[in-house]
């Protein structure tokens, strides 16, 4: 599977609530590193993936870029949360035909104050 195909595949997948798709496209030993957390294995992230996915009500792709070894994604995922419309930069690097890492950047002080019991 090419890149673009895997990344793409990756992000349908998890988008539509199809994990285990998603998992299939992940290295047993993903590298994530997001805004809130970090994990140094693909089943922690998916199980934290599936929590978020339980916030969302879609996610809009903005702009993709693909080549051999990575892609770059921007989109907005809009949640249910008050954080409301997120926008999301995720980078992956691909190795072995499976994507071992994953930076995920977005502004994370509106969830902080929520998973912090805080209001404005």
């Known amino acids: 599977m090419d890149t673009r195909h895997l990344i793409e595949t990756y992000h349908h997948s998890w988008t539509n609530g199809d994990f285990a798709t998603a998992r299939g496209c992940l290295a047993d030993d993903l590298d994530f590193k997001g805004s809130i957390d970090c994990f140094s294995n693909a089943d922690n992230f998916i199980a934290a993936l599936t929590r978020f996915k339980q916030m969302s009500n879609s996610i ?3 702009k993709s870029f693909f080549d051999d070894h990575g892609a770059a994604l921007l989109y907005d995922c809009d949640t249910i949360s008050p954080a409301g419309v997120i926008r999301t930069a995720e980078f992956f ?3 072995d035909n499976k994507i071992s890492a994953i930076q995920l950047i977005f502004d994370a002080t ?4 929520i998973n912090a019991g805080l209001t404005d």
Do not use: I, P
């Open 110 to 113: 509106a969830l902080r104050k």
């Open 93 to 95: 690097t691909v190795s």
């Open 60 to 62: 809009v792709m903005l």
